[in-house]
């Protein structure tokens, strides 16, 4: 049962903040902070995700504990522990922080606490294999300078919900955390944590292979957490899983954005096709070459004009998609390949698929001064083979013009080239510039 009290709260600060109305068990009629229309519900219930009902043209998702911090943090003292209910504060957090069904995991975890400078918090402490623990500290854990605490070695191995029988699995996503692992379980995917995306499950993955026997080995879908560590992470276990007789490939939570399976499960985004989609992301990551990128970018999109980066190039691919056709037509009736391959090959010699830069330009912010009306749009620049990242001032006119971006380019980065035309810089900053933050002068010093 969730606790009644807090959710309470909740809902009046939701109906006084947003104007809610109460609706059979729904709050619904919300002003959408995106698209200002009275769109936004919720479930009273569980008030824990907010959702633009234009869901085409609006989409906006708001995670409530995000938005009131401050609820989300004190659990034991909103849920104190009792001899009724031992892991009161561990439960609320579950339930509420992580959107988790509780039922499921019961006795997989207890209510602990953790003590530092003279301050303390529960915890929810996890048992590991191998005798060891793992637990996250839940009350205001900003207090601290570590969110969870490991006891014991859980090398080689992973954590695994009992009632999974992964024998039966025909693919099993291998995430970081233990939460992106239940959220994904309780999405009816086979899921285990490995804790730390430098924790290769050697032996859990022997132990499996014995538990099979003869019988067909399930896919791996490493679904570590985004960013440099868990992808670079990703493609050395798929590679070395893959030199081990396991069928792998990877899945990504988000493109762009910051978000985990956790939240993805809270905003009821781990739907079959969503899968689909973080499987491509994870595709796209594994890519070894620029053309194998755009082919995959092709495919999925059935877009035939777009841009990407590749090994931090800038890229651009461009299709006459009737000769394609004709060539993969011609190439199928002179060699024996197959359809993929063959198109494969087409793409190679249809020459769709340029270098225009060699470098990744990734716009960050802007800034403008209304004194002296002038701007600036900050943009960071990426170099292959682990070159360190540069980030310069654009105006206006260096951005709009061709010849002037590659001036401005060079002139930042040493041997930065651009070599694409006005019309290709035109679609990259009408697509990358609207969304990125605008920042005040005033706030020049001190902008991370
Ligand atoms: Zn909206």
């Not at 104007?19 to 995106?34: A, H, S």
């Amino acid at each position: 049962m969730i606790n009644t009290m807090r959710v309470n709260l909740i809902i009046s600060k939701l109906i006084q903040e947003f104007q809610f109305k109460e609706q059979n068990g729904y709050l619904r009629q919300g002003i959408c902070p995106d698209c200002q229309k009275k769109e936004l519900f919720t479930a009273i219930d569980k008030p824990f995700v907010l959702k633009c009902g234009r869901e085409n043209k609006c989409g906006a998702e708001i995670i409530v504990k995000e938005i009131y911090p401050e609820l989300f943090h004190n659990w034991s003292t909103h849920y104190p522990k009792t001899q009724q209910a031992p892991n009161a504060a561990a439960d609320a957090y579950l339930q509420q922080a992580r959107g988790l069904n509780i039922a499921p995991l019961k006795g997989l975890y207890i209510e602990s606490g953790y003590h530092a400078k003279g301050l303390g918090s529960a915890t929810v402490k996890f048992t590991l294999p191998n005798g060891a623990y793992w637990e996250r500290v839940i009350d205001n854990p900003q207090r601290f300078d570590r969110k969870a605490n490991f006891f014991g070695s859980y090398k080689g191995y992973w954590w695994s919900l009992p009632q999974q029988d992964l024998t039966k699995a025909t693919e099993i996503w291998l995430t970081e955390g233990i939460f992106d692992a239940i959220s994904l379980a309780q999405n009816g995917l086979y899921a285990v944590s490995l804790m730390s995306c430098h924790n290769y499950p050697e032996h859990a993955l022997a132990a499996l292979k014995t538990a099979l026997g003869a019988n067909k080995k399930p896919l791996l879908v490493w679904a570590l957490d985004k960013g440099n560590a868990g992808e670079k992470a990703i493609r050395k276990h798929v590679a070395r899983s893959q030199q081990e007789g396991w069928k792998s490939c990877a899945a990504l939570p988000s493109q762009f954005k910051n978000e985990d399976w956790n939240d993805l499960h809270l905003k009821g985004k781990l739907e079959r096709y969503d899968l689909m989609r973080y499987r491509y992301y994870g595709d796209l990551l594994l890519t070894k070459s620029a053309t194998d990128k755009a082919m995959l970018i092709f495919n999925y999109t059935h877009r035939n004009d777009f841009y990407f980066q590749f090994d931090s190039r800038f890229y651009w691919f461009k299709l006459d998609i009737e000769r394609h056709l004709k060539a993969v037509e011609r190439i199928l009736d002179s060699e024996k390949l197959t359809k993929e391959e063959a198109t494969t090959k087409a793409l190679k010699e249809s020459g769709a698929v340029n270098e225009i830069a060699n470098c990744y330009p990734t716009p960050l912010y802007f800034q403008k001064s209304e004194e002296t009306d002038e701007s600036w749009y900050y943009l960071k620049l990426d170099f292959p083979q682990q070159r360190p990242n540069v980030k310069a001032t654009f105006t206006a006119s260096q951005l709009t013009s061709a010849s002037e971006f590659k001036k401005r380019l060079l002139h930042v980065a040493k041997g930065a080239v651009y070599t694409g035309d006005t019309h290709q810089l035109d679609r990259f900053c009408k697509n990358e510039l609207p969304h990125i933050k605008e920042v005040k002068t005033q706030n020049f010093i001190g902008y991370s």
